[in-house]
């Protein structure tokens, strides 16, 4: 963390020196549209979902680059890209510590943000380690609890988050509330129809357990449908490596529950997942993947990713797996 500080006050330091260069800001984007920053890709979507075809507002996506939430840190250009915008937008756990920093450094009176977790309250989760995890590594820093920051992995709370976004946009554009106020109930209603088929695919399914060789960011998807889960690491685990007593508590529960897949998260090693497998007394068992939403790249975007589209690919690979009535 002591590292992170100071590569943090370095890049501020650039950041404030390239802002004194460039002279006083005028605090919105091109054009007098409004400026808004997104650190993770939910937040942006819901965004330009609500914005719609206005001419509004621009929106920024800073982790276009595909790299993990949780390993983010921001350049100076990222840093004056914040300081000059109207809205910011960030999830707000642990990962995203940089940023209580940068808004200190050089975020503008004038700048609303927005705080996912905090405008959950108390809908946000505390990490778990159930049994089979792979407990992480003390580091003397962890006195108080730890969140898990994958909130817009629930349907539910995508409704209440994007409600909030609204209401920010209309507060610093009135001229375009109606437009926004009209996006949001139309992307309500497909939120509401995701959540509905959700429900059914969990009201539907013989099996209401999923098993992940991997990190578990889904705790807040498996909580809204009653699933239950095991797998080797917290959602927020920095750990990488499972020891033999994780594969063997895993491998047990495959054989003691008749499981038929392994999951494991978009852009992972599927070695732990596979040896969880050999060790099983299981055979024709599958390695499936759930998007966690956590690194979707300007590429994906230019090819039609959404939310939703995420979303509703991971319904149907439940729908799959979750062997239905």
Not at 132 to 143: I, T, W
Not at 223 to 246: H, L, M, V, W
Request: aromatic share 8%; charged share 25%.
């Amino acid at each position: 963390m002591a590292f992170f500080r100071r590569l943090f006050s370095a890049v501020s330091a650039a950041a404030a020196a390239a802002l004194l260069l460039t002279g006083c800001s005028s605090h919105s984007g091109s054009g007098g549209r409004l400026s808004i920053v997104c650190t993770s890709f939910p937040e942006y979507d819901w965004t330009r979902q609500i914005v719609g075809n206005s001419d509004g507002a621009e929106i920024t996506y800073l982790l276009g680059s595909g790299i993990d939430l949780h390993n983010y840190q921001p350049s100076a250009k990222d840093i004056m890209t914040i300081s000059d915008c109207d809205i910011f937008i960030y999830v707000g756990g642990e990962s995203e510590s940089w940023a209580k920093d940068a808004l200190k450094e050089v975020n503008s009176k004038n700048t609303k943000v927005i705080k996912l977790m905090e405008t959950l309250g108390e809908r946000v989760k505390e990490e778990e380690l159930k049994e089979g995890m792979e407990p992480e590594e003390e580091d003397g820093h962890h006195d108080e609890p730890e969140y898990d920051e994958h909130v817009w992995l629930s349907v539910k709370n995508a409704e209440i988050l994007c409600s909030e976004i609204c209401e920010a946009l209309c507060g610093k554009d009135s001229a375009n509330a109606d437009t926004y106020r009209a996006n949001l109930r139309s992307y309500t209603e497909k939120l509401e129809a995701l959540d509905k088929g959700y429900t059914e695919m969990a009201d539907s399914a013989e099996t209401r357990t999923v098993l992940f060789g991997d990190r578990f960011p889904f705790r807040y998807l498996c909580d809204d449908y009653d699933i239950d889960y095991y797998a080797a690491f917290p959602g927020c685990s920095a750990e990488t490596a499972a020891s033999f007593e994780t594969v063997a508590t895993l491998s047990k529960k495959l054989d003691e529950m008749g499981l038929d897949t392994v999951f494991i998260i978009e852009n992972s090693d599927d070695s732990i997942a596979r040896s969880i497998i050999s060790n099983s007394d299981r055979s024709g068992v599958s390695i499936e993947t759930l998007n966690s939403i956590q690194s979707v790249t300007q590429q994906d975007i230019d090819s039609g990713a959404t939310y939703l589209s995420i979303m509703d690919s991971n319904l149907e690979t439940l729908k799959k797996v979750l062997d239905q009535k």
